[in-house]
């Protein structure tokens, strides 16, 4: 089999009046991220680390915040659309891991739901999406609450053909 690997990083800073989403599971806190579409940053990495695995760009090239289509956007729909270039491309998912790095809010109350949402958008088993969360111990802007930071990979493959 082929086997590629793609590493996907956003970040975001935290802006009042916003809903908060993470991995297409809006999460109660008092701000959300400010950014062109809903700065839904865990997509946003996931949809990163699939493309560049697929060696298919970023999603500043597929989905340009200069663009007025993509202004508050669903992310969900964008990580679907950038899943099909993969799939087109003839590759399907192996799996996705992925940390959020926040001091708040605290993500793990949600980590099953987010997961189950991720695994729906991509079509797979929700064991092949791993969603985990840490600080950033207080240090830098993520460190200060300023935003969330993630980091995400991907992994895909290309069926062996008999």
Same mark, same amino acid.
């Given at each position: 089999?082929?086997?590629?690997?793609? *590493?996907?990083?956003? %970040?975001? !800073?935290?802006?009042?009046?916003?809903?908060? @989403?993470?991995?297409?599971?809006?999460?109660?806190?008092?701000?959300? $991220?400010?950014?062109?579409?809903?700065?839904?940053?865990?997509?946003?990495?996931?949809?990163?680390? *699939?493309?560049?695995?697929?060696?298919?760009?970023?999603?500043?090239?597929?989905?340009?915040?200069?663009?007025? /289509?993509?202004?508050?956007?669903?992310?969900?729909? $964008? *990580?679907?659309?950038?899943?099909?270039?993969?799939?087109?491309?003839?590759?399907? $998912?192996?799996?996705?891991?992925?940390?959020?790095?926040?001091?708040? !809010?605290?993500? @793990?109350?949600?980590?099953?739901?987010?997961?189950?949402?991720?695994?729906? *958008? &991509?079509?797979?088993?929700?064991?092949?999406?791993?969603? /985990?969360?840490?600080?950033?111990?207080? @240090?830098?802007? %993520?460190?200060?609450?300023?935003?969330?930071? %993630?980091?995400?990979?991907? &992994?895909?493959?290309? !069926?062996?053909?008999?």
């Amino acid at each position: 089999m082929n086997f590629r690997i793609g *590493l996907g990083y956003d %970040v975001h !800073p935290f802006v009042v009046g916003r809903k908060l @989403m993470l991995g297409g599971v809006e999460i109660p806190f008092s701000k959300g $991220l400010k950014g062109h579409s809903d700065a839904d940053v865990l997509l946003h990495s996931i949809t990163d680390a *699939l493309l560049g695995a697929g060696g298919l760009g970023d999603i500043g090239s597929h989905f340009p915040d200069t663009d007025p /289509k993509f202004k508050n956007a669903d992310s969900a729909i $964008l *990580l679907k659309e950038a899943y099909a270039l993969v799939t087109d491309a003839g590759y399907e $998912l192996s799996n996705i891991d992925a940390t959020v790095v926040a001091e708040a !809010p605290k993500i @793990m109350p949600y980590v099953v739901k987010i997961r189950e949402r991720i695994s729906s *958008l &991509l079509g797979c088993e929700t064991d092949r999406v791993s969603i /985990k969360a840490t600080t950033n111990e207080k @240090m830098g802007f %993520v460190g200060r609450s300023e935003g969330i930071a %993630v980091h995400a990979v991907a &992994l895909i493959y290309k !069926p062996a053909v008999d």
